[in-house]
């Protein structure tokens, strides 16, 4: 009786190996990679909103990987690129707007490889595009700030009808936003003078706060920076010389509260989010491109959480109004990347 049951035990234990030995092994985790664009993370906009998505895709799906940053990204363009797609990554997701010339070249040489592309249109059946409505949401922005700069009553504001605006680089990805702001504007009032200037840099404060001054000082009391990190100088200057900035990508109102009339959002958190979790569900959409606008909410202004009460509700009505109508469709905003250059952005 003894030896049979050590026998069932013997026996018993050899299935349990054999059972375990017959499982199939667990799948490798998959990877993906974040191309940090100009200005680096830290600029606590485009950068930094972008990484905190893909954090939380990863985290949720169970994906690994992380950010590749360059402190010449534009140069290194392709060198980045090519390293990322011989580095075990199923999915590379490109910030940098500069690499889309070179991105048809590198994803048709690595044809396995998953490779989605931030703020313009490229071809290619492994390349998904991301595009985001920011011409939209700017021309709300243009439009608020040309009623509010001719409020009285409100300290921060002059009585010159002028208004101003910085971008980081005199490119379409930037000038989109430029010209959509420019537009709004003209369209609430087409005595407003729009100061534009390019600081060439989206990770200087410094410049950022020396270019809003000059602004100031010419009688512009509203500033928009469109330039990345450059653009937390151009919020401190506003904050010290008592006026307002724009933010832009993030919400950065909570950066200098009320002085930050509003944030000009742009969810690239939402954006890549979506695009690791649909490269983690095997359901990646090579050569189809995403658009994320007002109605998707991708792009808009932030909810006045500081300034709400310096901002008229006639001020505030009219910039619903238009929101409405771009939904709509009955308005439309000129985009510079599919029209070109609109005459109040020449030169």
Not at 101 to 110: C, D, F, K, N, R
Not at 190 to 199: G, N, Q
Not at 310 to 315: H, K, L, Q, R, T
């Amino acid at each position: 009786m003894r030896t049979r049951l050590v026998s069932l035990s013997l026996l018993s234990v050899v299935a349990l190996v054999a059972a375990c030995g017959s499982e199939t092994p667990a799948a490798p985790p998959k990877k993906a990679a974040l191309v940090i664009a100009q200005g680096g993370l830290g600029d606590e906009s485009y950068n930094d909103l972008a990484m905190a998505g893909f954090n939380t895709a990863k985290r949720e799906k169970g994906v690994e990987g992380g950010p590749i940053e360059s402190t010449d990204v534009v140069g290194q363009g392709e060198q980045l690129l090519r390293r990322a797609a011989t580095s075990d990554y199923g999915l590379v997701i490109d910030l940098e707007f500069s690499h889309g010339e070179i991105l048809p070249t590198v994803a048709s040489a690595y044809p396995n490889v998953n490779f989605a592309f931030l703020n313009n249109k490229i071809n290619g059946p492994n390349i998904a595009s991301v595009l985001f409505a920011e011409h939209d949401s700017s021309y709300l922005a243009g439009a608020l700030a040309a009623q509010m700069t001719t409020q009285t009553g409100n300290p921060k504001i002059n009585p010159d009808k002028k208004i101003g605006v910085i971008g980081g680089t005199k490119s379409v990805g930037i000038d989109k936003f430029l010209s959509g702001y420019i537009e709004g504007a003209k369209a609430v009032d087409p005595a407003i003078e729009v100061l534009t200037v390019y600081s060439n840099s989206f990770g200087d404060p410094t410049k950022g706060a020396q270019l809003a001054d000059t602004m100031f000082q010419q009688g512009a009391d509203i500033v928009y920076a469109v330039a990345g990190g450059t653009g937390a100088g151009v919020i401190e200057a506003a904050k010290k010389a008592n006026h307002y900035a724009i933010g832009v990508d993030d919400n950065q109102d909570k950066l200098a509260p009320g002085f930050v009339l509003t944030s000009v959002l742009k969810r690239t958190d939402l954006a890549v989010r979506q695009v690791v979790e649909m490269f983690a569900d095997n359901k990646f959409p090579g050569g189809q491109t995403i658009n994320l606008g007002l109605k998707e909410g991708g792009v808009g202004l932030t909810d006045f959480e500081f300034t709400r009460n310096e901002i008229p509700a006639p001020v505030r009505a009219k910039v619903d109004e238009l929101k409405n109508k771009i939904i709509s469709g009955q308005l439309k905003v000129w985009n510079v990347i599919d029209q070109g250059y609109p005459a109040w952005l020449q030169g």
